[in-house]
């Protein structure tokens, strides 16, 4: 399987999903975690505090990542680091992500 075939399997999972979202883990070692993460538009992951180092790669659609102080987009094929601080993350539109965490 391809990850834009899994990716399009969790985007149709979320779009049944009263909460608008569904994951998958991709990876999950000692030192690192890897989760797709499919959002239709709208949908927002509420604040949290960042796990550590971590980035936010958009495979398809767009999401927004909110701190106190900026908002970062990241679009299809983009890849941003995400903040070490509390945020946020909205889906623009129906949106699929992979969070990779660094795992201490």
């Known amino acids: 399987m391809t990850?834009?075939?899994?990716a399009a399997a969790q985007l149709?999972?979320?779009?049944?999903?009263?909460?608008?979202?569904a994951s998958r883990t991709l990876h999950s070692g000692s030192r690192l975690r890897q989760t797709l993460i499919a959002l239709t538009a709208g949908t927002?992951?509420?604040?949290?505090?960042s796990p550590g180092d971590a980035?936010?790669?958009?495979?398809q659609g767009h999401v927004t990542l909110h701190t106190?102080?900026?908002e970062i987009g990241v679009?299809?094929?983009?890849?941003?680091d995400v903040p070490p601080e509390q945020h946020d993350l909205v889906a623009d539109d129906d949106a699929v992500v992979i969070l990779t965490v660094g795992v201490a």
Do not use: F, M
């Open 55 to 59: 980035t936010v790669q958009c495979l």
């Open 44 to 49: 927002k992951l509420n604040k949290h505090q």
């Open 12 to 21: 149709d999972e979320a779009r049944v999903s009263t909460a608008g979202r």
């Open 3 to 6: 990850l834009l075939t899994l």
């Open 75 to 80: 679009g299809e094929g983009e890849l941003a």
């Open 68 to 70: 106190r102080d900026r």
